[in-house]
C-alpha cells in the first residue's frame, strides 16, 4: 500500500458562481461542488437575480441547503421570497442584529428608495461570529464584518481559499457607513482584523463588484491598508 492510498481524500475544489442584478450591481453567490450535490443561495437580489439563480440550481440538479445573508440590505434580500417559493422550508441564515431587515422596511433601507418592502421572514437562524457552516465536505468560518451594518458577516473557506464578505469590502473600496446603524470605526477595525489576517491568496467575493484577493487589497486598498 503506497503512501497515498492511506491518504485522506482531498476535498472536491469549491464553485461559485455569480448572478448580477442590472438595478445596483448586486452580488449573489451559488456555493457548490458538483452537480447534483447541494449548495447554498448567498444574497439573492434584485430581478431577475433570483430567477437566475433558480433556473441554474435546476440546471445543475442542485439541492439547496439554505439561503445565507451576509446582512440584510434591500439590494441583498430582495429575491428570497421568490427563492423561498421555488425552494420551500429552506432555512434563512442571517446575523440576529439583521434579522429584522427582513420584516421592517426602515431597517433595510427599501423605506430610502421609495418601494419599502420586507419578506416577513421571522424564523431565522442566527450567523453568530466564531460558529461554522458545513456545505459537503466543505467548513466555513463565520466572520464578524460588522461596519456597513449592525451584523454584516463573511464566510471563509481555508480548503476553497475564499472568503464572501458581503458589502465590507470591494476591489480598491469599502462599504458605506453612513447608513443608521453603520460604524466606520468598526468596520475599518474588523476589515483590518477580521479579513487581512487572511492568506495573501485568499479571493474575496464582494457584494458589488469583481473578485480580488486579500493581498492585492492589503497593499492597494486606499480606505484601509495594512
Known sequence: MTNADTQPPRPMPIEISNFVDPNFGENAYVVWQKKGGRCWIIDPGLPPSAAQIIGFVERNSLTPDAIVLT???????????EVLAAFPGLPVHI?????AALTDPRENLSTGLGTPFAPDIRDTIDLAPGSQLTLEDTTWHVLDVSGHSPGGRALYCATAGAVIVGDALFLGSIGRTDFHHSSHERLIRNIREKLYALPDETKVYSGHGPVTT??????TNPFVQA
Open 71 to 81: 446582512h440584510g440590505h434591500a439590494d441583498h434580500i430582495a429575491g428570497v421570497p
Open 214 to 219: 486579500i493581498a492585492r487589497e492589503r497593499r
Open 95 to 99: 446575523a440576529r442584529e439583521e434579522a
